[in-house]
């Protein structure tokens, strides 16, 4: 059942060990098929070289499983918060990733400061709310998802595929589970770039909005002129 689908988050997990995003078992993808609604995502604490798509768990939005023998990720709860908010959202990435984590720790927002971080993201990579300590103890993973919900209030989670959660780590998505691997990759490649680049100029200012809609339009807005048709 849902045989694509469980393919398509096996190797989207499989592509975060090929890029260097995680170590052990730590991290996790998941799609959705959203006529259907049901969400397939890595099982817990299962190492990536031992993934296999029959190894996917499949669960409905509510969070009831619907097949599978293996316990899904720890972070479930989160994404089907996202899910359930995010309608064109098909697929989310949590990774711990260095550069990436090191900002949601630090509780600082990425600056967009050149063009490599505007030709994807559209400005700074948000960071949420700290967690209250009752958020925490209760529905600690629900309530992650609903901190970065609130953050997205008014903002189009296509334009703006990753977020930071303060103190915890990077959750990225896109249309597919592919597309959220690949946004993992990005932001962990700026927040690298703008780590170094502020290191070397503390007093570096963000990018002219000029220059970010330049680069972030070309690719993707209703006039893109990068790539192929």
Not at 20 to 39: E, F, M, Q, T
Not at 68 to 74: E, K, V
Not at 83 to 100: D, E, M
Not at 117 to 138: C, L, N, Q, S
Request: some cysteine; glycine content about 8%.
């Amino acid at each position: 059942m849902y045989e694509e689908l469980k393919r398509a988050v096996c190797e989207a997990n499989i592509e975060l060990q090929t890029h260097k995003l995680v170590i052990y078992s730590w991290g996790n993808v998941s799609g959705i098929d959203h006529a259907a609604g049901i969400v397939a995502i890595k099982p817990s604490g299962v190492p990536y070289d031992e993934l296999t798509p029959d190894k996917m768990v499949l669960l409905e939005l509510d969070g009831n499983i619907v097949e599978g023998n293996l316990r899904p990720s720890s972070d479930t709860p989160s994404h089907l918060e996202l899910y359930r908010n995010f309608k064109t959202v098909g697929g989310i990435c949590h990774t711990h990733s260095v550069n990436a984590a090191m900002w949601a720790q630090a509780n600082r927002e990425i600056p967009c400061l050149g063009t490599t971080h505007a030709d994807f993201f559209y400005g700074p990579i948000p960071i949420t709310e700290t967690m209250t300590a009752e958020e925490i103890k209760t529905n600690y993973e629900l309530n992650t998802g609903k901190v970065i919900v609130r953050r997205f209030a008014g903002m189009d989670p296509l334009q703006m595929p990753a977020v930071l959660v303060a103190n915890h780590g990077p959750f990225t998505w896109g249309k597919t589970p592919a597309d959220a691997v690949e946004a993992a990759v990005v932001l962990e490649q700026v927040a690298a770039m703008a780590l170094g680049a502020i290191m070397i100029n503390p007093k570096l200012k963000k990018i002219e909005q000029v220059l970010l809609d330049k680069h972030y339009l070309r690719k993707h807005g209703k006039n893109a002129y990068y790539g192929q048709k």
